[in-house]
């Protein structure tokens, strides 16, 4: 009766443990989510790898698509899964974790837009904080890591699934028309005669900065080669 007794008493003793032991794996967790949020990290969703091409190529022209590098946002961050035949690159930027930005740059965008883009990724993926990754980005800059176009050129954005970041700061995106991006480093909306109206004809985002953009919007994106070029991209992964 006595070893029974010790028996139960044995029992009930490691399931207390185990339970003990739960708890404390449910609340390391939950501090661990607790820092992630208050750090400002987040992550960017993952999508299906041919879906996530097709929407870096529907920001091209036909015949650009049918030749560019392509990149897809992994885990860790982007990987290339197609080189470049024209010096153009496809791949969809997320300014914020919530956005969704198909574009198809050049190859001065490529020399100069495309290392920060992979960069803000990677950093992302390591759970860095928004702020964490602007100080990054703004001592790269200062330091010559980064660098702004040093010709005109050609970011073309003519997907109809964009979602833009209006105000990083906010956290705020929203959808957007085709439209075109030309790279025009320390540009201001002034220099233009523009108020930043973004339903205007033409505006500039990030105006004043190494990286500033003047946008011109136009109309839909149709065009019927478009879907031949993204089978095309399938099919070499």
């Known amino acids: ?31 661990v989510t607790a820092q992630s949020v208050s750090s400002g990290a987040q992550q960017t969703p993952l999508t299906d790898r041919q879906k996530e091409i097709a929407l870096a190529l529907s920001a091209c022209p036909a015949p650009v698509a049918s030749q560019a590098a392509v ?8 990987v290339k899964v197609r ?13 914020l974790p919530t956005s969704q930005e198909p574009q198809c740059m050049d190859a001065e965008g490529t020399r100069t837009h ?13 759970g860095k904080s928004r702020e964490e990754i602007k100080r990054y980005v703004a001592d790269a800059f200062a330091k010559g890591v980064f660098q702004p176009p040093s010709r005109p050129g050609i970011d073309y954005m003519l997907s109809t699934e964009n979602i833009v970041a209006v105000d990083e700061e906010k956290g705020i995106s929203k ?18 005669g523009s108020d930043g109206n973004p339903h ?21 994106h149709a065009d019927p080669g478009h879907a031949s070029a993204e089978k095309s991209a399938g099919r070499a992964q």
């Not at 803000?120 to 993926?125: D, F, I, N, T, Y």
């Not at 959808?175 to 233009?192: G, I, R, S």
């Not at 205007?200 to 003047?214: D, Q, T, W």
Request: overall charge positive.
């Open 83 to 95: 080189e470049s035949q024209n010096g153009f690159t496809a791949i969809v930027q997320h300014a």
């Open 114 to 126: 495309l290392p920060r883009i992979l960069k803000v990724a990677q950093l992302r993926a390591e």
């Open 175 to 192: 959808p957007f028309p085709p439209h075109l991006m030309f790279y025009v480093p320390y540009l201001t909306n002034a220099d233009l």
């Open 1 to 31: 009766m006595k070893n029974k007794t010790r028996e139960q008493a044995k029992r009930a003793r490691h399931r207390l443990m185990s339970l003990l032991a739960t708890g404390a794996q449910i609340a390391l967790a939950a501090s």
């Open 71 to 78: 990149y897809v946002l992994e885990k860790s961050g982007y």
């Open 200 to 220: 205007g004809a033409a505006f500039v985002v990030s105006e004043g900065g190494p990286h500033a953009l003047m946008i011109v919007p136009v109309g839909a």
